[in-house]
T-cell receptor, first 110, second 109 residues
Framework: DAGITQSPRHKVTETGTPVTLRCHQTENHRYMYWYRQDPGHGLRLIHYSYGVKDTDKGEVSDGYSVSRSKTEDFLLTLESATSSQTSVYFC?????????FGPGTRLTVL | QKEVEQNSGPLSVPEGAIASLNCTYSDRGSQSFFWYRQYSGKSPELIMSIYSNGDKEDGRFTAQLNKASQYVSLLIRDSQPSDSATYLCAVPGANNLFFGTGTRLTVIP
């Protein structure tokens, strides 16, 4: 357990609504990540952060934004949710070369 | 962008048998490799890492790396029903890991 929590764990929302997912860590890790996982695509990086207010895009960043105002919190925002963003979202931290994952958020966009 | 290829399976083995999971990668410069296990509905968890050619053993798990062939494998000896999961191979990029799509393993009692 790398001390990572995600909230909410499940969410159902409607197309066009904004959604924010939260990742919280307790161990002061510098790097944090947001991935989405879809059948046939595996884990794909959305955005990552390498410090407070320091973020960068990943492979599938379109339609997503992130913020990191404190070391322990990394927020992922879908400004206007679409059905293609229905997925399972995982937050991760890195410890050396490896990554450790939070429990995930299952998001359904109707 | 690094590419990691895995056979999606499903791979079915009887209880007690050896399960062999394979992964190929595109970047010859990759220096380290990781195997994650993911149970259905759960998050991936790290089970093995390997950094040099040859074998690394940890209990019933053995990771094998062949850099010349750009190939890494995971062997699970004496497979148990509790080993039924999806296994993900990963290689580091500049700032994050790149994952394969995973191989689903079913161990039949």
């Amino acid at each position: 357990d790398a001390g990572i929590t995600q909230s909410p764990r499940h969410k159902v929302t409607e197309t066009g609504t904004p959604v924010t997912l939260r990742c919280h860590q307790t161990e002061n890790h510098r790097y944090m990540y947001w991935y989405r996982q879809d059948p046939g695509h595996g884990l794909r990086l959305i955005h990552y952060s390498y410090g407070v207010k320091d973020t960068d895009k990943g492979e599938v960043s379109d339609g997503y934004s992130v913020s990191r105002s404190k070391t322990e919190d990394f927020l992922l925002t879908l400004e206007s949710a679409t059905s293609s963003q229905t997925s399972v979202y995982f937050c991760a931290i890195s410890e050396g070369p490896t990554e450790f994952f939070g429990p995930g958020t299952r998001l359904t966009v109707l | 962008q690094k590419e990691v290829e895995q056979n999606s399976g499903p791979l079915s083995v009887p209880e007690g048998a050896i399960a062999s999971l394979n992964c190929t990668y595109s970047d010859r410069g990759s220096q380290s490799f990781f195997w994650y296990r993911q149970y259905s509905g759960k998050s991936p968890e790290l089970i093995m890492s390997i950094y040099s050619n040859g074998d690394k053993e940890d209990g019933r798990f053995t990771a094998q790396l062949n850099k010349a062939s750009q190939y890494v494998s995971l062997l699970i000896r004496d497979s148990q029903p509790s080993d039924s999961a999806t296994y993900l191979c990963a290689v580091p990029g500049a700032n994050n890991l790149f994952f394969g799509t995973g191989t689903r393993l079913t161990v039949i009692p």
